[in-house]
């Protein structure tokens, strides 16, 4: 808890995401839009390749902030709870059959509202070296 | 797009009944290391109810919503030239397995820019008991012929 200061970064992790991660996405979520696991389907209109779904890459970023939050108290324990988030789809990331893409992850500490008993932590979400997610905004509530 | 649609109400999408193994799955889909979505005795440890769902989760059920404003008539949204540009959940508290949520959405803005356009739709889901639980709002960017 004595880490609640503006800009602190609580969490900083790289995730892979495979083709496979694409095809257990849509079952898990019911988005099976063919340009997230089909190259001619994605070529036909017009894209640089098979892209993650946004959704996807926006629930992938907000991990580390949800790990971070289940052990932070002082004695290991949850400190509270995720109750907004919000982000902007700004670039997609594509994703390789072979190599798959890389999405890093920073969260920072950007508002300590003590009276709401809330913290806000902006995430910076980039691939390929280039961000990918703009304004994305994650608002705990503490326990 | 049609602006009309601007304003307009749908009807409540069918109840979804949220499960433990729905959890579980969309958890392990996303990434997520929080046992609160896999293990009960945690998630009880740690106050809830149940499973506890990754923070987006709720656009499982929002797809329902989102599939009435595709499939309305005068709406005018090619669905082949829809793109993601915004996502918000905004919550009241935690969605847990055993949530039944009902979802209502409705049509906040519709508004040309460029040659595209953008529509913003809000997806409201309540409990059985009819208490608020999450709002999820999506923007989508309908883009224009020439895009």
């Not at chain 1, 509202?113 to 902006?122: I, L, S």
Request: hydrophobic share 45%.
């Amino acid at each position: 808890m004595s880490a609640l200061e503006v800009g602190t970064v609580v969490a900083e992790k790289t995730y892979a995401v495979s083709r496979d991660s694409l095809v257990r996405y849509a079952g898990a979520s019911g988005d099976f839009n063919p340009i997230h696991y089909r190259d001619d389907v994605a070529a036909s209109v017009g894209l640089p390749g098979v892209l993650a779904h946004g959704m996807l890459t926006m629930g992938t970023a907000v991990q580390p902030v949800v790990e971070w939050l289940d052990g932070a108290g002082d004695d290991g324990g949850v400190i509270g709870w995720v109750s907004d988030y919000q982000v902007r789809f700004t670039r997609p990331v594509v994703v390789d059959p072979e190599t798959g893409a890389e999405i890093v992850v920073t969260a920072t500490v950007a508002r300590v509202d003590p009276e709401a008993g809330t913290v806000r932590v902006d995430l910076t979400v980039a691939s390929g070296g280039q961000t990918v997610l703009g304004k994305a905004q994650v608002v705990v509530t503490l326990a | 797009m049609n602006p009309e649609l601007r304003g307009r109400v749908f009807p409540p999408a069918p109840p979804y009944l949220v499960g433990r193994e729905k959890v579980r799955e969309f958890a392990r889909a996303t990434a997520s290391t929080s046992p609160l979505s896999v293990d009960v005795e945690a998630a009880r440890a740690a106050g809830h109810a149940d499973l506890v769902a990754p923070p987006t989760f709720p656009v499982v059920v929002q797809e329902a919503t989102l599939a009435q404003l595709l499939a309305e008539p005068d709406a005018g949204i090619d669905f082949a030239r829809v793109v993601h540009g915004e996502q918000r959940f905004s919550y009241s508290r935690p969605v847990v397995a055993g949530d039944e949520l009902t979802a209502t959405l409705t049509v906040t803005a519709v508004k040309a820019l460029g040659g595209n356009a953008m529509v913003t739709a809000s997806s409201e889901m309540v409990d059985a008991s009819g208490e608020h639980v999450v709002t999820a709002v999506s923007t989508l960017v309908v883009r224009g012929d020439d895009a």
